[in-house]
């Protein structure tokens, strides 16, 4: 008898593995109380077409209330109700079944109304989507183990509610971390959906409305017979969770994969080309949600070219996809990656403003720019981007990156829901009224039909999504945020923690506590003072290296020297940046006593020596916080390590792992960038730290046997220049002769 009990014991173990693929849908089994006696004993989804997100609701409340509660109850769709039934329908359906619902008045698109009070548990969504939303909802506070009765009315902030995958057709992915592409392969879209389908779920989850498959720097092949099949097959997997796929277009594509002799966007020819093509996508996918376009910028092609403008270019894919109810999220993410650092006033963060201003309100209805959060590219902290109060008549949306390109690569810890909510709450006063970034990508401040979110995700085909389990948390913001910028980051990230770890007070602390430090303790030890993420700007965007910020045309200057540093973007003497933002918040950038520390070397060049608000100089500011910052990483790894036994050995000791690599990298980071400035300033640590290693095991004070040693790039990320190879790291703990430690 024992092999078949110990059989089921390991199917059992296998099933409920904590590989994180289900992120926060695990619906684990909650503590009962009383008040589970009376739960409904039925689900009735007003809708059985297997595609409708009401039907995929329906078997996702039955699924995941037996995995919370291990309650089966039948799931039909017949409006017959049993003496106690959970309901979910779109209101139209819902009207016809059982009569009026008087709140449902206040429903808008996507929104949900969601009451427990009754004898039944009321789902209804003003259209399917909003019907999931609601179902989602509910088994959210149920897996939280929250049953009260409550009855309320949920609409969107904003009716985009997007993700961008950066997935290239060869199954790579520009800028992800966690393997390779679950939508195509060897150029063409995948032939297995599983993953796509469960990404789905989790988006839906989370409220995401739509998603661009490809890569913003697109490729042409895309648009091949088998591969619109093939997103033919992405969004039949997708919609019943009521995700829309589109896509990213390459503007060169009627002349590279077309055959015409030019992609000019007021030549006829190519106009008819794209309408062909588009009407060709929605064949595949009836309710593809649009398009997306990277135009004239690092080097990909766009209607400049041919002396249009962006929004000639913006207006002839509007026009290809209006006729189908499309949209063209056109990105603001346009400058020249090739200007000249010795002209004090050549300044990248002004391109966008530059390029969009004046063609404010020509684009059409079912345009919207999208813009990412601040004027350079997701940096560890910039000021939110001053186009979002320069363009009135034109409907835009955020760009945000879930996917760390600048902060870590998921190897570092940084919970981003507070730099998100910085910048969303960030009010502009533009005519000196209350003007939040929020309130203006909605579509509201300057009465906009469009408007939303963009967030970057990259999930890929590991089993974490994003290759960190702790990353997920940022997923499940953005989309929370994307919803609603109200909720705070930290209840946001609590419900996380209890969705995906449980219920456990030390661990919801634990993570709490490590996730609300992240991004000042990475902002610390890797650039302070808005003098952006000083990592190699160059190739990876990972790991320290200041010096690659100058001396090149991508204009992520730092303009430091012996002397000073910082960007001097003062209308008054510097680039004129400031003078971007509304009146009065230019004033404030502009003056330096007016601008917070945080952006003092954004928006001013000042000597190492000038003191800031805190009575410490500029210098000892940065010597200290990337201390302070590198100290915060190293305690990560003992909170972490205090879970051990609390959190499934899983899931412990990958982040462990990752924990104990961050806190490493972390002295890299400081110590590289305080060698850096000092070298540079020669002005010494008041505390007499930097350039001071006692405790160093220096490799050029050993004999290396039966190692390589090779010259470090960038010299100051290791000591005496020199490393050997990562994978001979683990004979760290042995101290072998000859080696350099850098993690001590
Ligand atoms: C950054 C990023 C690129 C990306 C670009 C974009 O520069 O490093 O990989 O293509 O942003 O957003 O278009």
Redesign the pocket.
Known sequence: MAYPVLFFCLLLSLATAEDGHRGWLRYAPVPQTGSYASFPTSIIALNSTRSSPVYTAGQELQQGINSILGKQLSANSTSEKTFSSIIVGTVDAYAKSYGEIDEAEDLEEDGFYLSTEGRNVVIVGQNERGALYGAFEYLSRLAQGNLDAFSFVDNPHAPIRWVNQ?DNMDGSI??GYAGPSIFFRNGLVVDNTTRVAEYAKLLASIRINGIIVN???ANATLLSAQNLDGLGRLADAMRPYGIQLGISLNFASPQTFGGLSTFDPLDPKVDAWWANVTNQVYAHVPDMAGYLV?AN??GQPGPLTYNRTLADGANMFARAVEPHGGIVMF?A?VYDNHINETNWKNDRANAAVEFFQDLDGKFDENVVVQI?YGPI??QVREPASPLFSTLRNTSTAI?LQITQ?YLGQQCHLLYLGPLWKEILEFDMKADDRPSKVKDIISGERFRRPLGGSAG?VNVGTNTTWLGSHLAMSNLYAYGKLAWDPALEPEEVLQDWIRLTFGFDRQVMNTITNMSMQSWPAYENYSGNLGIQTLTDILYA?YGPNPATQDGNGWGQWTRADKFSIGMDRTVSNGTGNAGQYPPAVAQQYENIETTPDNLLLWFHHVNYTHPLKSGKTVIQHFYDAHYEGAKTAQEFVKQWASLKGKVDSERFDHVLFLQTYQAGHALVWRDSINQFYYNLSEIPDAAKRVNNHPYRIEAEDMSLSGYKRYSVNPFHAASGYNAIPHSLLQLVSTRPRGVWIPFI
């Open positions: 950066w520009e800028r890569n913003v720097n990277k910028s690092e990105r993410f990412k590219d997701f760009e390109e970057v965007h």
